[in-house]
């Protein structure tokens, strides 16, 4: 059973930092590209950045600048880093892994919240 388990959400100031990570389980996804994507109260869910196999990043402009995605294939894992955190960030955090194209598995979720 594949799973996709995030952690590190919590409470902080504006301008300070959070690193989220995403661990997999039940395959790997080295070959794959992994996603991070936010939803805020009321809001649609968003695309906030993604790392490809061959460790192509990109990026929301919203967040361009700020979050840096990685990833460590030995432990099956994708990294988060926020930085210059603002209260427009709040949000669930979610992360996801493709099969092919498609976003196939998703995470649970971790709450993030900045307070101003």
């Known amino acids: 059973q594949v799973q996709l388990v995030e952690s590190g959400g919590g409470l902080v100031q504006a301008g300070g930092s959070l690193i989220l990570s995403c661990a997999a389980s039940?395959?790997?996804?080295?070959?794959?590209?992994m996603g991070w994507f936010r939803q805020a109260p009321g809001k649609e869910r968003e695309f906030v950045a993604r790392?490809?196999?061959?460790?192509?990043?990109y990026y929301a402009d919203s967040v361009k600048g700020r979050f840096t995605i990685s990833r460590n294939n030995a432990k099956n894992t994708v990294y988060l880093q926020m930085n210059s955190l603002k209260p427009e960030d709040t949000a669930v955090y979610y992360c996801?892994?493709?099969?092919?194209?498609?976003?196939?598995?998703w995470g649970q979720g971790t709450q993030v919240t900045v307070s101003s």
């Open positions: 039940g395959r790997t996804f080295s070959s794959e590209t």
């Open positions: 996801a892994a493709t099969t092919g194209s498609v976003y196939s598995y």
């Open positions: 790392i490809n196999w061959r460790d192509n990043t």
